[in-house]
């Protein structure tokens, strides 16, 4: 492995931190977490849903 050219493990390093991070921003736009949480709030239960 150290053989390899040391610059594709910076293209690989940052190509991993720009996925990692438009995966978060999508994540944080799209919000799922409020969807599930008006499903279980329509269905009377005793539990209180997590706050996330």
Do not use: G, R, V
């Not at 996925?19 to 239960?45: A, E, G, R």
């Amino acid at each position: 492995m150290p053989q390899m050219a040391p610059l594709m493990w910076l293209y690989l390093y940052c190509f991993f931190l720009l996925s990692l991070l438009f995966f978060l921003i999508i994540n944080h736009f799209i919000k799922p977490y409020d969807k599930i949480s008006n499903k279980i709030s329509s269905t009377t239960s005793i539990q209180t849903p997590w706050k996330l």
